[in-house]
């Protein structure tokens, strides 16, 4: 073999190997694109998963037609605007822990929302209340204000003994 054909074919291989280097880097990058592309699918499929449940908990929490289905319910009339009814929700959530899960239904009456303000309206009460109702529906004892989470779990016994 002459050095001509020599030098030509270590230039071919030269161009073959730098076009291959080349492809794996496009590859590489390629690839890496893809992954970053499931991740992020993946991140906004759960944030997505999370906000539908967010939704749905809030819908089921605002449900008021729960009243008199057969467990006593506590009824918030609440405005989301406002932090006393914010810590008074707090406090009942609380006080609602030290009772077995389906034993005492709680729903918000938001009256930013047209139903929860008619609710309020035809309750005659102001938000940072809470309604207690038995578990036919009939309305057993009504808190007005911010309330400790020692007293709310008192009345909600009160409730249960009813």
């Known amino acids: 073999m002459s050095k001509k054909s020599s030098k030509r074919s270590s230039q071919k291989k030269a161009a073959n190997n730098s076009g291959q280097q080349i492809e ?32 749905n908990a809030k819908m089921h ?12 319910t506590v009824v918030q009339v609440h405005d989301p605007n406002c932090s006393v009814c914010a810590r008074l929700q707090r406090n009942t959530k609380s006080a609602l822990g030290s009772f077995n899960e389906g034993e005492i239904e709680y ?9 929860g303000k008619a609710f309020a309206e035809r ?16 309305l057993k004892h009504i ?20």
């Open 143 to 162: 808190l007005r204000g911010p309330q400790e989470v020692s007293t709310l779990e008192v009345e909600f016994k009160k409730l249960l003994e009813s």
């Open 123 to 138: 309750n005659a009460v102001p938000h940072i209340t809470l309604m207690l109702y038995d578990g036919k529906g009939e």
């Open 107 to 115: 729903v918000v009456a938001n009256i930013k929302s047209s139903k």
């Open 61 to 72: 929490e605002q449900d008021l037609t729960r009243i008199g289905q057969g467990t006593p």
């Open 24 to 55: 794996n880097q496009s590859r590489r990058k390629w690839l890496g694109y893809a992954r970053n592309g499931a991740i992020t699918l993946a991140v906004l499929g759960s944030g997505g998963g999370y906000l539908a449940y967010s939704a």
